[in-house]
Every structure is written in C-alpha cells, then in structure tokens.
C-alpha cells in the first residue's frame, strides 16, 4: 500500500485467502483486534441510541 507503507494488516484486508497467511500468527493477532473493535464499536453505538431510545 502506498499510502500506509507501515501499517502491517493492510495487505490481509482484501477479499483473497491464502491458507499461509493462518500460519503467521501476527496476522491472526491482528484480525482478531480488528474484529473486537468493530464489536465495541457497534455496541457502544447501540447503546448510545437505546439510551437516547430514538429507534
């Protein structure tokens, strides 16, 4: 990427799976801190409108 040459999950975002990339354990670590955030993220977010409860 030539916009973020230092950012490491960057190259494991896109639509393609190779089985070698489950091999390398930093890459797992970061999917699964993507996945959490993305999780808080959208449940704080819910919160936010079930707490102002304009559904």
């Keep these: 990427m030539l916009l973020f040459p230092n950012i490491k999950i960057l190259p494991y975002l896109s639509l393609q799976f190779a089985y070698a990339m489950t091999a390398n354990s930093e890459s797992i670590f970061y999917t699964l801190i993507v996945t959490l ?19």
């Excluded at 955030?37 to 559904?55: D, E, M, P, Y």
Aim: hydrophobic share 65%; charged share 15%; glycine share 10%.
């Design 37 to 55: 955030a993305v999780i808080v993220i959208f449940n704080l977010g819910g919160l936010a409108v079930f707490k102002k409860k304009s559904l």
